[in-house]
């Protein structure tokens, strides 16, 4: 809890940097104007980016270490658990179903835990100091630019349980291509005793091919 409340700190003083630098060359362009030197805008400018830099890496570095760390504990555990059912728990579960639970899935809750939550915080802070500074300006002019967002948001509610339906059948396509995968290994001398190599060859095509497909129509949904 304490490393995520430190990366939101860390989250707010990188935005706090970036969103000053479009107000630092209002206030350099209304310098300009009245014919003032703007040398010292531009340095503070160069000097607030390599800040915000910094701060942008750290603010990374700690909510993806999070992210790894709790991958970490959950695979330890849910691998503890395995070994530690029972013979017969195992006959009713595919050998591929379970490995691609203990890495694919612990690869998307790290995903979720880490740039999930990094890009859902980061926004939100975005949009806290954009807007502020917006009104600030124009009042108006931001309400108008604000107008579209309740359709924004009703499409992604939309397009959010499309993805959700689509990602579940890629992870489902992914742990039939691991199953396939550990049986051939399992079965090969029957299948070269058989000469099934090219009827086996073909039928991995084919989840390969389903894979691909999926994947790439999420990939889409989601661009």
């Known amino acids: 809890l304490w490393r995520y409340l430190t990366g939101v700190v860390i989250l707010i003083l990188t935005n706090a940097c970036f969103s000053s630098i479009p107000w630092i060359i209002k206030i350099a362009i209304e310098a300009l104007k009245q014919g003032k030197k703007v040398h010292h805008y531009v340095i503070l400018i160069i000097l607030i980016s390599i800040t915000g830099g ?68 980061n926004t939100a802070i975005v949009y806290i100091f954009a807007i502020t500074m917006m009104t600030r300006i124009s009042p108006v002019l931001t309400a108008i630019a604000l107008l579209p967002f309740p359709v924004l948001a009703i499409m992604a509610r939309f397009f959010t349980r499309s993805l959700y339906d689509m990602s579940q059948s890629v992870q489902k396509t992914l742990s039939s291509i691991s199953s396939r995968i550990q049986e051939n290994l399992n079965s090969i001398v029957l299948i070269k005793s058989y000469l099934l190599e090219g009827r086996e060859k073909e039928e991995f095509s084919r989840l390969n091919d389903d894979y691909f497909r999926k994947s790439m129509k999420l990939t889409k949904a989601m661009g």
């Open 54 to 121: 910094f701060f942008r890496v750290l603010s990374r570095s700690e909510i993806f270490w999070i992210a790894h760390s709790i991958e970490y504990d959950i695979r330890s555990e849910l691998f503890s658990r395995l070994i530690r059912l029972r013979e017969s728990s195992f006959r009713g579960m595919k050998t591929g179903d379970i490995i691609s639970r203990v890495i694919n899935d612990m690869q998307s809750i790290r995903v979720m835990l880490g740039a999930g939550f990094l890009h859902g915080v």
